[in-house]
């Protein structure tokens, strides 16, 4: 009889909803031109792709640094190479600061014809 008499005096749960969220997904970086472990008898390079939109794309080699503001999602760049084998890596760091940089590693072997 108690049992019935006693009254709950915790609050029920109620249901709870989030806010519509959107979700965002970051555009990711792609290389289409060199290919990986590609030879070239040029001493220059054509670096094609597609990143984010007002990203800041970064390309590094032991011979020169190249940093370049993303205005559109493709882009097209040209790099100089070293003779002989050529490691770059190409950073792509966002406009929105909640998406981790992207990278990329590529060697390029640069051949003289000549030699």
């Not at 965002?24 to 472990?37: C, F, G, K, S, T």
């Not at 970064?58 to 993303?70: E, G, R, T, Y």
Request: overall charge neutral.
């Amino acid at each position: 009889i108690e049992l019935a008499k006693n009254k709950v005096i915790a609050p029920q749960k109620e249901k709870t909803s989030f806010p519509n969220t959107t979700v965002i997904e970051q555009q990711p970086l792609v290389l289409n031109e060199p290919a990986d472990r590609s030879i070239f008898e040029n001493s220059t390079i054509h670096l094609k792709g597609s990143a984010a939109k007002d990203s800041l794309i970064v390309v590094q080699s032991p011979i020169k640094d190249l940093i370049v503001s993303n205005k559109q999602e493709k882009f097209d760049l040209e790099f100089p190479l070293a003779l002989g084998e050529n490691s770059i890596k190409i950073v792509v760091y966002p406009k929105e600061k909640q998406f981790r940089p992207q990278e990329k590693f590529i060697k390029i072997y640069f051949i003289d014809s000549e030699l």
